[in-house]
């Protein structure tokens, strides 16, 4: 047996295992622990909307701080923290093996798959340490976070325009976020043929709904960084509490930040179909 032989072995069992029941599982797990974190921070969002949420943060954190309140609240952090990390490793076998689908293989998809991971990896990272006692690490507050991270990045040389550049990215990927979304892209990702009727209208609505308003918060939030870069000011940025409350302060008010935390609140629950009805 030579060494190309062993190393096509090698590869083999490599992707099988990336194929295995267990990564299915895995990805499951995490689209139910994203479902989670979006659907509390929506209702974080609604609470504040309408006068109820005084001292509540409507990002990851002040998601983590409510499943820490309730019984059994550690266990549900572990939950939530493996679940976010099965989500990771499954991208990552995307970006190594390719997704599912004819086009899964392509280099495009395969480096937002390694996007992903990278991404999740952080924030199962974040949950985990939280559960374990670190309550710095998962409930921090975004807006100090992101304020921290673009006064570091300006201080570097050309850190202005890496703020810009990164800002422009970010509000990109919400545009790409909604448009996917309205246009209905997720159709391709999910088992249409074992859906009833109800359930595809059901997953149209949570989908459309849900995908624009998350895709509206990313914009939002890239434009903030945006600003920072210009004006050359880290307290510019705002993470997502700051983002979300910035828009009861345009014209119409608590109603825009009333529909845009409905519509994380529908993403969370669109996760959760997600998880049953994905092709993995």
Known sequence: MNARTVSLGG???????ANSSAMDMAARWGFAARGVLYLLIGVLALRIAFGGGEGKQADRGGALAEVAQQPMGSVLLWALGFGLTGMALWR????????AG?????????????GRAVFY?????SVLAFAAGDAGSGSGS???QSRDITARALEIPGGQWIVGIAGVGIAGAGVWIGTRAALRKYHKHLKLSRMSRREK????????AGGVARGVLFAAV???VV????????????GLDDTLRSFAGTPVGAWLLGAVAAGLALFGIFSFMMARRRTV
Not at 92 to 99: M, R, T, Y
Not at 227 to 238: H, I, L, N, S, T
């Open 227 to 238: 600003r920072a870069a210009v004006a050359y000011e880290p307290d510019e940025a705002k």
């Open 11 to 17: 590869r083999g069992k490599a992707r099988q295992a």
């Open 201 to 208: 209208r059901f997953a149209d609505v949570t989908g459309v």
């Open 121 to 125: 990896g952080f924030v199962a990272y």
């Open 102 to 114: 004819p086009d899964g293989h392509k280099t495009g998809k395969r480096l937002l798959s390694a």
């Open 92 to 99: 990552l076998s995307e970006a190594l093996f390719g997704a």
């Open 142 to 144: 975004s807006d100090q």
């Open 222 to 224: 890239g434009v903030f």
